[in-house]
């Protein structure tokens, strides 16, 4: 007698569930017919027969869950049990061999097969079933893996009424590709080459970015909440100053906007306005509002500082963006322009980002990041409009922010924005 155990078939998986029994008792098989289809969490497979025998004991059903060692099928191979050593602690009793080998999993048919396309795949159950219904197979639709036919299959086929069985016959008639997916004519190389690198020296930008980075997140407990802001009405402000701003030399952009909405918001919250002050275990709220603004370079991310963001006009903070951006990039900053900030914006929309996770600048509590500008429709009052949408992505220390400050931080920019003209007071 061979006890047929379920083995892990290659997945490293320790459980699977029965979908379908392919044998009854009685019947023979050979080694490699299947004796039952598995589901496990990441495949499903047939299990084939081990040996040639006729089929003694059969352990499991349909939908049964069974693990790797459970004895599932028992098939009489009409040899002693002397010819199979018994498993150690196996959970049969007495001399009857148990299967220690891996069940295989069945190989896929030789691509260069000129006869695997013409192959009707059912399991031996459902042609069984097939002949004793009258069922020609040639006429079932398979859901079984790998095309093949299972027994429902076959019983939901007859069931079905004459004149559905008629729509099957026609759908099963049209044209199908004729593509042999499993053989393809492009060949493919075998890339397996050892990963190596090309170390680089970082620069001194570069230093003190990891460091700051490692700081921020060794110390700040952040969150970052998101939002869209409609900024239709800024897009179409700017769009009426811009003229006049370049007359007077200046490229007003919209982050000149968002400056002076942030600043007049920390102004009204300075409960954002912060960071901790550990030497003396308490919240300190800066008495100036100084905006960091995040300058990409070609060396990297540099952070000049807007001091005094609130007091400065749209177009006077048009002109320091611009003066200090130009400085970032032909390292003419000085020291005096870099620190000092109590809040930072970050535009990564110039770079084609929509959302992100700003990281703090340390000791700062906040930053808020800003996206790309897309037109999009918007549902207003009942009417679809086309909008002018601004993804905002605001990173705060949540020690010393609640989540509900920081969404009335962007409720109140983004307000300010829907109504930009107030910025310019």
């Known amino acids: 007698m061979y006890k047929v155990k379920f083995a892990d078939i290659g997945e490293g998986l320790t459980e699977g569930t029965v979908q379908e029994v392919f044998v009854k008792i009685g019947d023979q098989v050979k080694m ?3 004796l039952f289809h598995v589901e496990t969490d990441k495949m499903t497979s047939d299990i084939p027969a081990p040996t040639d025998g006729k089929i003694a004991k059969i352990l499991i059903k349909q939908g049964q869950e069974i693990k790797v060692g459970d004895v599932v099928v028992e098939i009489e191979d009409g ?9 150690e602690n196996a959970s049969v009793v007495g001399s009857t061999p148990v299967s220690n080998d891996l069940i295989a999993r069945p190989t896929s048919p030789n691509p260069t097969s000129s006869v695997a396309t013409n192959v009707i795949k059912a399991s031996p159950l459902a042609r069984k079933v097939a002949a004793t219904l009258g069922v020609d197979l040639k006429l079932v639709t398979p859901s079984g893996p790998n095309g093949r036919i299972l027994t429902i299959d076959v019983q939901s086929f007859k069931t079905q009424p004459t004149n559905q069985v008629g ?5 099963s008639s049209s044209p199908k590709s004729s593509a042999d997916y499993n053989n393809p004519k492009i060949t493919v190389p075998v890339i397996n080459e050892p990963l190596t ?7 001194s930008i570069r230093k003190a970015t990891v460091k700051a980075m490692q700081k921020s997140h060794s110390e700040v407990a952040g969150f970052t909440g998101l939002r869209n802001v409609d900024v239709t009405e800024l897009v179409q402000l700017r769009t009426q100053l811009k003229d006049f701003a370049e007359s007077q030399n200046v490229k007003l952009t919209y982050l000149a906007f968002i400056i002076k909405a942030s600043a007049l918001v920390l102004k009204e919250m300075p409960n954002i306005n912060c960071r901790i002050d550990k030497d003396t275990n308490s919240i300190a709220i800066a008495e100036q509002i100084n905006i960091g603004m995040a300058c990409d ?9 807007i001091k005094g963001a609130d007091k400065l006009s749209v177009l006077q903070i048009a002109v320091k963006i611009n003066e200090l951006a130009n400085k970032a990039r032909s390292k003419k900053l000085a020291v005096n322009e870099m620190v000092g900030a109590t809040f930072t914006i970050t535009n990564f929309g110039s770079v084609g980002l929509d959302y992100a996770t700003p990281i703090i600048n340390f000791p700062e509590a906040a930053i808020l990041g800003l996206g790309t500008i897309t037109t999009i ?7 679809l409009m086309p909008r002018d949408m601004m993804p905002f992505s605001m990173t705060a220390d949540h020690r010393i922010i609640d989540g509900a400050d920081a969404g009335r931080f962007m409720q109140k920019v983004a307000e300010l924005l ?6 310019l007071i």
């Not at 040899?79 to 498993?87: D, G, L």
């Not at 729509?167 to 759908?171: N, P, R, V």
């Not at 370079?297 to 500082?305: A, D, N, Q, R, S």
């Not at 829907?418 to 910025?423: G, Q, S, T």
């Open 32 to 34: 490699g017919d299947p």
């Open 167 to 171: 729509e099957l016959k026609t759908i």
């Open 197 to 203: 690198f090309i170390n680089k020296p970082m620069n």
């Open 377 to 383: 429709p918007v549902y207003i009052n009942g009417q």
């Open 297 to 305: 370079t070609p060396e990297g991310l540099l952070v000049p500082v």
């Open 418 to 423: 829907k109504k930009p003209a107030m910025l």
């Open 79 to 87: 040899k002693t049990s002397t010819s199979v050593p018994v498993e």
